[in-house]
């Protein structure tokens, strides 16, 4: 009887211990290493890279504005009132923020397997509560302890 009580026990405190022993949250961080761009061999490849390049460019670059042009007739009599009349000119828009770059300014968290509304911080792979928060909205970290401010996406 004491034998099997001792053993209950023993399991018992075992499976306690467990439970309380930390989560190792590094193991589920993937290793992020950024590979060298590829260097193009054949022409025909060069020929395409410089394309892409090329509309790359074209696509960040401002559009060139107009320029304004304004004409005034010259009154052939004196007039009671004044008159000028000019052609109606353009505004320039401003740029439209592309929503591809902002995304990449900032790291994406990984969701916590298993726990709804909870994700690791791409900075210290720490949880973070984000229960309802839309997907997609930039968070600031409140586990980051650098110099500056941690924001990551909550995928």
């Known amino acids: 009887m004491n034998s099997r009580l001792f053993t209950v026990l023993a399991a ?12 190792d949250e590094s193991k589920d961080k993937k290793p992020t290493r950024r ?8 022409p025909d490849q060069q020929k395409v ?11 960040t670059t401002p559009p060139a504005e107009e320029p304004k042009t304004e004409t005034v007739t010259p009154p052939a009599a004196p007039p009671t009132a004044p008159k000028t009349t000019s052609a109606p000119t353009k505004t320039p828009e401003p740029p439209k923020p592309q929503l591809e770059e902002k995304r990449a300014e900032h ?9 709804e509304g909870f994700v690791f911080s791409p900075y210290n792979n720490k949880v973070v ?3 309802d928060i839309p997907s997609g909205t930039l968070v600031q970290d409140p586990t ?3 110099a500056g401010k941690g924001y990551f996406r909550v995928p």
């Open 12 to 23: 018992l405190g075992c499976v306690l211990l467990a439970s309380c022993y930390p989560y």
């Open 35 to 42: 590979h060298a761009p590829k260097t193009v061999t054949s």
């Open 49 to 59: 890279q410089e394309q892409r390049d090329q509309a790359k460019a074209a696509e």
């Open 107 to 115: 790291p994406v968290a990984n969701k916590v397997p298993g726990k």
């Open 129 to 131: 509560d984000v229960r």
């Open 144 to 146: 980051y302890t650098g």
